[in-house]
């Protein structure tokens, strides 16, 4: 009886390719002794091409054979960016020190994902008929790359996302820096759009949602090596 253990289902044929390209942009600026300004901004780009030769787990001890199931090519691209603002207050009033916080934030990603099938003449005859011979298997394999016209396209999108965000907080202490005390609102507005171009005309599926979280929170330090704190948050 064959080792399964050991027993490669896919064969040199399969691989993956990913690559990852960033940009980032951070600029600071305190515009008073109160006031200052924190600008953030990112693009990116990521790629993923993938051959998937389309082996199973399904062992015929009879033939001594693992069938061979639907092989595939997929790229996966995806870019996007966004940027984001903090304005910073830092004041005391009285015996109270504030650090109140307004944030605006964008973001967008979009991925236009594809698919092709490979169709079964891509493997051997005898593979196609009797599945990958474990005692002797033939990983004989023609790829996207090799042959495209062996291959059916069953996935052509585009898919973006759309995020704005605005967040209110504030953070006060007092009692001599023993009890800190922050309450945070966010609110966040997402929409996508799902881009079907299989489908003559393009069908477009577009959905929106908005919500409006909390955080809040308080620390206590009774001892110096004693804190109590509580805490709430909403997603």
């Known amino acids: 009886v064959p080792s399964l253990f050991s027993f490669n289902t896919q064969g040199p044929a399969t691989f993956t390719n990913r690559w990852v390209s960033n940009a980032n942009l951070t600029l600071e600026h305190r515009l008073n002794d109160v006031f200052s300004l924190r600008t953030g901004a990112n693009l990116f780009r990521r790629d993923a091409k993938r051959t998937e030769v389309g082996s199973r787990d399904q062992y015929n001890p009879i033939t001594g054979a693992v069938q061979r199931g639907t092989a595939r090519f997929r790229p996966t691209p995806e870019e996007g960016g966004g940027f984001q603002n903090d304005l910073l207050a830092s004041f005391t009033a009285g015996a109270v020190k504030h650090k109140l916080l307004l944030t605006v ?7 236009p994902p594809r698919r ?9 005859a005898a593979v196609q ?3 990958l011979l474990v ?3 033939d990983y004989s394999f023609t790829s996207y790359y ?11 999108a585009h898919n973006t996302t759309d995020v704005v965000g605005v967040f209110v907080s504030e953070r006060a202490t007092l009692l001599d820096d023993r009890l800190n005390l922050m309450l945070g ?7 996508t759009r799902n881009r079907n171009y299989l489908v003559a005309p393009a069908a477009v599926q577009s959905l929106s949602s908005r919500e409006t979280t909390y955080q809040l929170g308080a620390n206590y330090h009774v001892h110096r090596d004693v804190t109590l704190f509580a805490s ?3 997603s």
């Open 232 to 234: 709430t948050s909403t």
């Open 105 to 111: 934030d964008y973001q967008q990603q979009s991925e």
């Open 185 to 191: 609102v966010r609110h966040d507005r997402v929409k």
């Open 146 to 156: 090799q042959n495209a016209a062996l291959k059916t396209m069953d996935e052509d």
């Open 129 to 131: 008929t009797g599945g």
């Open 116 to 124: 092709w099938n490979n169709t079964s003449t891509a493997f051997p």
């Open 135 to 137: 005692a002797r298997p």
